[in-house]
Nanobody, 119 residues
């Protein structure tokens, strides 16, 4: 069982930056692929970025490529999302998720953190 807690959300002006963190409980974090997803008001949840268990492989949605960077520190059981050049359309609740099977089947989710980008 893994518990995920996101932090770092907030209000930022367009063009600004935020760094989200996702702290995981449990000893198996380092074996899980991890991902960030987001859900804007009135829209479906969408994939943002994923990182492999070792951190060696990352995959970004086209909408954030070149602006967002995912990383992880397995010693700290934490995954990060550095968000630069933020746009109003990045406004959403951001969720951290764990993929224990490493088959893009995310079975553990955090409670989410709000990111609001003002124009």
């Amino acid at each position: 069982q893994v518990q995920l807690v996101e932090s770092g959300g907030g209000l930022v002006q367009a063009g600004g930056s935020l760094r989200l963190s996702c702290a995981a409980s449990g000893r198996t974090f380092s074996s899980y692929n991890m991902g960030w997803f987001r859900q804007a008001p009135g829209k479906k949840r969408e994939f943002v970025v994923a990182i492999s268990w070792s951190g060696g492989i990352t995959y970004y949605a086209d909408s954030v490529k070149g602006r967002f960077t995912i990383s992880r520190d397995n010693a700290k059981n934490t995954v990060y999302l550095q968000m630069n050049s933020l746009k109003p359309e990045d406004t959403a609740v951001y969720y951290c998720a764990a993929d224990s099977s490493r088959r893009s089947n995310y079975d553990y989710w955090g409670q989410g953190t709000q990111v609001t980008v003002s124009s």
